[in-house]
C-alpha cells in the first residue's frame, strides 16, 4: 500500500499558452494550449511518482475540467483516488508573454465543498492502509474552514501517519496548537506569523523554535529562497544553502518539489538532515526543468548526491 497519502482540496487544471503582447481589449492570437493536472498535493504526488515513491493523491474531482484532470494523471501513471463532487473543478490560466518573457497568471476560485464530500475524502484518506505520511498542500476551497488542518491533525494520530502541512495565509495561522509533524513555510509566510522581520540566520531559527513552541508542528523547515532552508525540531537546527544549477526551468513547482523531497525521504526512514538534503536537491531541480515536467529523477538524485558529498548542512544548537 502507499506509503505516502497525498491530499489536494482545491485542485486545478492548469493551462498555459502564450502570446506575443498581452494588450486590453485586443483579440490575443494565442499559441497551443498545454494542460496539467495542478494544485499542491497533486504536484507533490507527481513528484514522489517521478522520484519513484510509493503515494497516491486523493483530491476533489468535478466537471469537464476535473475529468480531464483525472486523465491526465492516469495516463502519466500517477495513483490516484479522486472523489466526485457536484461543484466544477477550477481552471488556472497562464499566459507566457513572448516579447518580453513576462508571465500572467490568472487563477479562479474553485468550488466549495460540502460536508458530505469533505467526509468522503476524508474516509478516502482512512481507507489507505497505515501510510507513513499525509501530505496536506495546497490552499483551501471557499468557504471551507481552516479547522479542517486540526481534524487532519486528529485522524493522523489515529491512524500513525506523520502530517505534512503546506499552505498559506489563513490556513496556515489555523495550525497553531494542531502539533502537526512538519510544516513547511517561506521566510515571509514565517515573518507574518510571528510578526517581525526575520533579517539574520539567529532570528529566522528563533522564530522556527517559535513556531514549534506554539505547536504548530514537531519541525519546521522555512524555505529561504536563493538562500537555501532552515529546519529545526526538538534539540536539532540545521542550515543548507541553496544548491547552484543551470538556468532552463523556472520556480513553479519548486516548493512542492522540495515537500515531495523531504517527505519521501522521511517515509523512507531517512534522518532530518538526509530530509533537508533531499528536499533542496528536489527543490533544486525543479529549477532546471520546464514547470510542466517539475522535476527529472536523475537530476535529483545528482544534486542529492554532490550535497551529501559536500559541507552542505550546518547543524548547531538551538
Known amino acids: ?156 494520530k489515529r491512524i500513525g501517519a506523520r502530517l505534512v502541512i503546506d499552505t498559506s495565509g489563513p490556513a496556515l495561522a489555523a495550525c497553531e496548537g494542531i502539533q502537526a509533524y512538519l510544516i513547511k513555510p517561506s521566510i515571509r509566510e514565517v515573518e507574518e506569523l510571528v510578526g517581525r522581520d526575520l533579517r539574520d540566520d539567529g532570528a529566522q531559527a528563533e522564530a522556527a523554535r517559535e513556531l514549534i513552541a506554539r505547536g504548530f508542528a514537531e519541525v519546521v523547515v522555512i524555505s529561504l529562497g536563493e538562500r537555501g532552508a532552515l529546519l529545526a525540531g526538538k534539540g536539532i537546527d540545521l542550515r543548507m544553502a541553496a544548491l547552484p544549477v543551470p538556468p532552463g526551468g523556472g520556480a513553479v513547482g519548486a516548493g512542492d518539489s522540495m515537500v515531495a523531497g523531504l517527505t519521501l525521504a522521511l517515509a523512507r526512514g531517512a534522518s532530518l538532515e538526509e530530509a533537508l538534503r533531499m528536499g533542496v536537491a528536489a527543490g533544486a531541480a525543479a529549477l532546471m526543468t520546464p514547470a510542466e515536467e517539475l522535476v527529472r529523477r536523475d537530476d535529483v538524485e545528482r544534486l542529492y548526491a554532490a550535497a551529501s558529498a559536500g559541507t552542505a548542512a550546518e547543524q548547531n544548537s538551538p
Open 1 to 156: 500500500m502507499p506509503a505516502i497519502v497525498t491530499l489536494t482540496l482545491n485542485p486545478a487544471l492548469d493551462i498555459t499558452t502564450e502570446t506575443e503582447t498581452v494588450r486590453p481589449t485586443h483579440k490575443l492570437r494565442c499559441g497551443p494550449a498545454v494542460l496539467e493536472p495542478g494544485g499542491g498535493g497533486i504536484n507533490v504526488a507527481r513528484v514522489l511518482h517521478a522520484l519513484g515513491g510509493d503515494a497516491v493523491a486523493i483530491f476533489p474531482q468535478g466537471g469537464p475540467a476535473g475529468a480531464t484532470m483525472e486523465q491526465l494523471l492516469r495516463d502519466s501513471g500517477v495513483p490516484i483516488a479522486p472523489v466526485s463532487t457536484a461543484g466544477a473543478t477550477r481552471e488556472s490560466f497562464t499566459v507566457d508573454e513572448t516579447g518580453t518573457g513576462k508571465q500572467f497568471r490568472f487563477v479562479l476560485p474553485g468550488p466549495e465543498l460540502s460536508e458530505d464530500e469533505l467526509a468522503r475524502l476524508l474516509a478516502a484518506i482512512e481507507a489507505v492502509a497505515a501510510p507513513a505520511c499525509l501530505v496536506a498542500s495546497g490552499s483551501l476551497p471557499p468557504g471551507l474552514d481552516p479547522a479542517i488542518f486540526g481534524r487532519l491533525a486528529t485522524l493522523c
